[in-house]
């Protein structure tokens, strides 16, 4: 069996040196234009002690932004801002992949270009769902993501190229490599959703190919430009989150895309499901659910490349557990890794834990709730004892 402390390769291209991710959270601290800066670069080197770091989810283009102070990947700030994050990683022996989507529809115009509506499948809105956007007075709060207008066949395939020059960006600014979003609620979700996705052109949602292309072209594109060991995909196959509708052909989908990705060699699906009621990213719930091991013991039949599991793991225990059953082969913690930057070091002695202020995930205010958790010194605990 697998051991979470164990090296793995990944796509027979990447080594990482523990089973251990950390996924993607948004953290809401880029400087104006949304460009990286030193700060991330020291919050993201501190925790380069996973296997695997994939950095929090970058724009392919101003249309994309859903979340004000999220980071792009369009711009030259943007990527000089990038390269000082993913060199201080490898400077710290880290290896990191960059996340990277469109949210389609989970925007609001007053952060679209010139104000327009958001980008959309269908010219369905998220009804239920917020955005992190400017109010009529110019202040940041959250507010209902915006009626979209339907995007027609030939701008999805455009979409494609802003895809691939983002691939192309995120190997200038020096990540080991990419994932794609195609998870919550965003653009690629939006698609293959076979209820929202009512298209009747060749990315509509009447068969699986169809509602799956738009993807399927986009991981081509990533595969051209970095390579088949290089690419990862994220997946949320019965999620709601983002008010988007349940879907019967969920599992229909994801075995397919279980197939193609493995053809194309893409290094790894990553696989959340993660039930998020009502709610923005500061108030919303996490509830802690698996996919179904039958069902995962399907996609792990039909795709080669290894399988992140994500979806509440907080202990070493837990995520053994995982491992044993055979069935994945990385396991993501997500918000332990806000609390504690030295994560694998606490998990592998058996060190406490710290539990991180939620007030502060989305703070805006610096090192605060951010880059100031301390790692563990046994000396300090040994102190804190006497």
Not at 63 to 72: D, H, K, L, R, V
Not at 90 to 114: C, E, Y
Not at 186 to 206: A, E, I, K, P, W
Not at 324 to 344: E, K, Q, S, W, Y
Request: proline letters at 5%; hydrophobic letters at 40%.
């Amino acid at each position: 069996m697998a051991n979470l402390f164990e090296s793995q390769m990944l796509g027979g291209t990447v080594s990482l040196k523990n089973r251990i991710v950390m996924p993607p959270m948004t953290r809401t601290r880029t400087s104006e234009g949304d460009i990286p800066n030193q700060l991330m670069a020291t919050y993201y080197g501190q925790r380069a002690g996973a296997g695997l770091i994939v950095a929090e989810v970058a724009d392919v283009a101003p249309s994309s932004n859903g979340y004000a102070m999220t980071p792009g990947i369009y711009t030259q700030a943007q990527l000089q801002g990038w390269r000082l994050v993913t060199d201080e990683v490898h400077r710290k022996d880290g290896t990191i992949f960059l996340q990277i989507w469109h949210v389609g529809r989970m925007a609001h115009p007053s952060l679209m270009p010139n104000g327009e509506a958001p980008w959309g499948v269908t010219e369905a809105r998220a009804e239920g769902s917020d955005v992190f956007a400017h109010d009529a007075e110019g202040k940041l709060g959250y507010m209902r993501a915006g009626t979209p207008r339907r995007l027609e066949t030939e701008e999805v395939s455009a979409l494609v190229g802003t895809f691939a020059q983002a691939f192309a960006n995120a190997r200038q600014a020096g990540f080991d490599g990419v994932e794609l979003h195609a998870a919550n609620g965003y653009l690629f979700d939006q698609f293959m959703n076979s209820v929202l996705n009512t298209r009747t052109d060749r990315y509509g949602g009447g068969s699986v190919e169809d509602r799956t292309r738009f993807l399927m072209e986009a991981v081509d594109a990533a595969v051209r430009e970095l390579g088949p060991g290089r690419v990862g995909v994220r997946l949320a196959p019965f999620g709601t989150f983002n008010s988007m509708p349940e879907d019967p052909l969920a599992e229909e989908t994801l075995l397919y895309l279980a197939e193609q990705l493995g053809r194309r060699g893409v290094a790894y699906m990553h696989l959340v499901y993660e039930l998020m009621p009502k709610g923005n990213m500061e108030s919303a719930t996490f509830e802690k659910l698996h996919l179904d091991h039958a069902v995962l013991a399907k996609v792990r039949a039909a795709f080669p490349g290894a399988i992140i599991w994500c979806g509440g793991f907080t202990s070493r225990e837990g995520a053994q557990d995982a491992l044993d059953t055979g069935l994945v082969d990385l396991i993501a913690f997500g918000r332990p890794f806000i609390g504690n930057p030295d994560l694998p070091e606490r998990l592998r002695h058996g060190w406490p834990i710290a539990v991180a202020d939620r007030s502060t995930y989305y703070t805006r205010r610096g090192e605060v709730g951010y880059t100031d958790f301390p790692a563990y010194r046994i000396e300090s605990a040994a102190c804190e004892a006497a």
